[in-house]
């Protein structure tokens, strides 16, 4: 098939585009793909959208492509492009300029013959060889354009009369711009950008994840499951492993990190008969099912957990809680410190012990989550204790690895 | 539902060039603008045969059309649901509007089925009306062409300041849960946390000098990692909103350069902490210093 910037399917550019983001080093090689063909025409379609934040590079292994944006200096995440990039035929297109303007030019309503009739003498009748239409492909696509929520189909007699739908929101363009960018599937407030005006210089965004727009059609899903209290067979792709399955369980809540940009859908897994985490990313599909009966009940199952979850690992017996509990110092002109245990303790307490000490603890399902923070306090800690003393231990040994790394000779063959 | 022709830059550039042939204004190097402006920047490989030999029946080959209205599609459920699911966000309240929706619009999402679980807890007080009033004020004077602006402030050590700013723009970090407020005109400094804004007004005073930005610094950090325990793919992830290259240097091992504003080097510092040994920083040397230290500290109290 000829080549075209549109894609039918988002699914294989989602990964590369995603693989052209984060990585960015990997040559078409690399790549497991169905063939060279078929990567060099995602990667040119991929650098038709995104054009001038695309780059290339020669290395060993032959040309690299990547991507890399400094998120905090656009102001509209160039990632949505590739959102539209939808194929569509030429009935398609044709079809739907004219019955939005039949529909407009009839407030009060036409029927699919009449449809048919004035298409042919009002529009199609100007081109050279005009296009068919017969009346089921034009009820075909009035019935997509209502469930899209444009035309609205109303029973008249025998016959079915269809209308545009009102449009009387009133989007104001600063709250548009800000929340494309910061609320959960932004792409849909970019759609409606792309219809009504929104002030994006107004805007920029630190700490701004835009790669995760990569998984707003399965976040939609997702969210379309909680607000309909429905069970989901979805499928789960992990990167790392590469293995592929498919999980019948009731999603209950997505959970989105501000520090890496991950989002997980927290799900009852029906099989395992326990709350687990899934990341969004490496889902392919949702497929949603009837309505789960049980939802409020796994649902305040969760949110008694959320009190002792430091991140997404929930636990099968929710008394098996851990102990962990630090303490730090800090100099008197460094209040900032006990600040910043307070604003980042999450599900965990802080005391102040004395003058410049304070202490934080919390009792965890999963201790494991905690220790990435608790490094960030590195060269403070006088003191700290799991209630896993192999985890306390390993804490302390990575320490010592890391003042190997740095601080003694030939400590750069250390890094693991 | 969400990947579909309906929302496709395509479909909106013929949408602008039927306008515009409505308006008796087609010929081709407008019907080339328009795409250029619009789509993608090969588009016009496809659109301009497409239309010439008129395959999509809506634009005939000598640029008029039977279309007689200007295209405009109304909001589809997608769209409305997602703005109803806005409204109900506390931050709505800083622009005072509440998208007209009615009750048959269901929200695509509550705020409770959504959870920023490692978001700060000190973010700004959305609702407080004093702070809603200075940020309205704020985004009142940036609409208004940039009107300068007299802000008075706590600063750091708690004392009260007066600044006369040029608002350039209003920056939301996630993390932090807040708002700042990027401003030129200012010898004190060029941002300022809307959260310590004590008092906010339009200023009429003295012109400010547009052009006296502070520039950021950028600086770059290099840092070398072996992929063990999927370290590649956690680091990548994190510093992914940073500009950045990666290169392999060898089978499992990685070389990643990131750059980021001199003003975030202390954020930056306990953010490559937090990987512990999985990775090393090898450049620059006053970054690697200052590890050393916080790790000899560290050991002493091991």
């Given at each position: 098939m000829a080549y075209t910037e549109l894609i039918k399917n988002f699914e294989r550019v989602r990964e590369y585009m995603r693989q052209f983001y984060l990585y960015g080093f990997k040559s078409r090689e690399e790549y497991s793909v169905k063939s060279a063909r078929s990567y060099d025409d995602d990667r040119r379609r991929i650098e038709t959208w995104l054009g001038e934040y695309m780059g290339f590079k020669s290395g060993a292994n032959g040309k690299n492509v990547f991507i890399s944006?400094?998120?905090?200096?656009?102001?509209?995440?160039?990632?949505?492009?590739?959102?539209?990039?939808?194929?569509?035929?030429?009935?398609?297109?044709?079809?739907?300029?004219?019955?939005?303007?039949?529909?407009?030019?009839?407030?009060?309503?036409?029927?699919?013959?009449?449809?048919?009739?004035?298409?042919?003498?009002?529009?199609?009748r100007c081109f050279e060889a005009p296009l068919s239409f017969d009346e089921s492909t034009i009820r075909k696509k009035l019935k997509e354009h209502e469930n899209l929520g444009i035309a609205a189909g109303r029973k008249d007699g025998k016959t079915v009369v269809y209308t545009l739908c009102n449009d009387d929101t009133n989007v104001d363009a600063d709250a548009l711009a800000?929340?494309?960018?910061?609320?959960?599937?932004?792409?849909?407030?970019?759609?409606?950008?792309?219809?009504?005006?929104?002030?994006?210089?107004?805007?920029?965004?630190?700490?701004?994840?835009?790669?995760?727009?990569?998984?707003?059609?399965?976040?939609?899903?997702?969210?379309?499951?909680?607000?309909?209290?429905?069970?989901?067979?979805?499928?789960?792709?992990?990167?790392?492993?590469?293995?592929?399955?498919?999980?019948?369980?009731?999603?209950?809540?997505?959970?989105?990190?501000?520090?890496?940009?991950?989002?997980?859908?927290?799900?009852?897994?029906?099989?395992?008969?326990r709350i687990m985490s899934y990341r969004l990313d490496y889902i392919t599909d949702v497929e949603l099912l009837e309505e789960c009966e049980d939802f409020d009940r796994y649902r305040n199952m969760l949110c008694r957990m959320e009190k002792h979850m430091w991140g997404v690992n929930a636990t099968r017996h929710e008394e098996q809680l851990y102990h962990v509990e630090f303490t730090v110092s800090f100099a008197e002109n460094e209040s900032f410190i006990y600040k910043r245990l307070l604003r980042e303790k999450r599900c965990g307490n802080v005391e102040l012990l004395g003058k410049g000490l304070c202490r934080f603890s919390a009792d965890v399902y999963n201790e494991q989550e905690l220790v990435p923070w608790i490094r960030t306090f590195m060269g403070r800690i006088v003191k700290i204790s799991f209630t896993d003393k192999g985890l306390e231990e390993s804490f302390k040994e990575d320490i010592r690895k890391m003042h190997e790394m740095y601080c003694e000779e030939g400590g750069d063959d250390n890094a693991v | 539902m969400l990947f579909n022709e309906i929302y496709s830059l395509y479909y909106k550039t013929v949408a602008k060039a039927i306008d515009s042939a409505i308006k008796g204004q087609l010929n081709d190097k407008t019907l080339r603008q328009i795409i250029r402006e619009n789509a993608f920047c090969e588009s016009e490989l496809t659109i301009v045969p497409a239309i010439k030999e008129e395959k999509w029946q809506i634009i005939t080959a000598d640029g008029t059309t039977p279309i007689k209205n200007t295209p405009s599609v109304p909001l589809t459920n997608l769209e409305k649901s997602w703005l109803k699911a806005i409204s109900l966000d506390k931050r709505i309240a800083l622009f005072g509007t509440d998208f007209?929706?009615?009750?048959?619009?269901?929200?695509?999402?509550?705020?409770?089925?959504?959870?920023?679980?490692?978001?700060?807890?000190?973010?700004?007080?959305?609702?407080?009306?004093?702070?809603?009033?200075?940020f309205k004020t704020i985004l009142k004077a940036i609409n208004d062409n940039h009107h300068p602006l007299q802000i008075y402030m706590c600063n750091p050590k708690g004392c009260t300041v007066r600044m006369n700013v040029i608002p350039k723009h209003l920056e939301y970090s996630h993390k932090d849960d807040k708002f700042r407020l990027i401003t030129s005109g200012c010898a004190y400094g060029a941002v300022i946390n809307l959260g310590r804004i004590q008092s906010c007004e339009y200023y009429y005073g003295r012109q400010l000098n547009r052009m006296s930005d502070l520039e950021t610094e950028n600086k770059c950090f290099c840092m070398e990692l072996v992929d063990k325990r999927n370290a590649l793919e956690r680091v990548m992830m994190h510093f992914a909103h940073f500009e950045k290259r990666a290169e392999k240097l060898g089978e499992d091992r990685y070389r990643i350069t990131v750059w980021y504003d001199n003003e975030d080097e202390g954020e930056i510092i306990i953010r490559i902490l937090s990987f512990g040994p999985m990775v090393k920083v090898t450049e620059p040397a006053d970054l690697v210093e200052r590890i050393k230290q916080r790790l000899k500290k560290q050991m002493r109290y091991l």
């Open positions: 944006i400094d998120s905090r200096t656009v102001k509209s995440n160039p990632l949505f492009k590739a959102w539209k990039t939808c194929s569509f035929t030429d009935k398609d297109i044709t079809l739907h300029f004219i019955l939005l303007d039949i529909l407009k030019n009839h407030p009060c309503g036409i029927t699919t013959r009449d449809i048919c009739d004035v298409m042919e003498s009002d529009y199609l800000f929340f494309s960018e910061s609320a959960p599937c932004g792409v849909i407030g970019s759609f409606i950008a792309d219809k009504k005006p929104a002030n994006n210089d107004n805007f920029a965004f630190k700490h701004h994840y835009i790669t995760q727009t990569m998984d707003s059609e399965i976040l939609v899903r997702l969210l379309c499951a909680i607000r309909e209290k429905r069970n989901i067979i979805f499928t789960n792709h992990s990167l790392r492993t590469e293995n592929t399955v498919s999980i019948k369980s009731v999603p209950l809540k997505i959970f989105i990190s501000t520090q890496n940009g991950r989002q997980y859908v927290m799900v009852y897994h029906y099989d395992f008969g | 007209g929706l009615g009750d048959d619009v269901q929200p695509l999402f509550n705020q409770e089925d959504i959870k920023y679980f490692d978001q700060y807890t000190d973010g700004d007080e959305y609702d407080n009306p004093e702070y809603q009033h200075h």
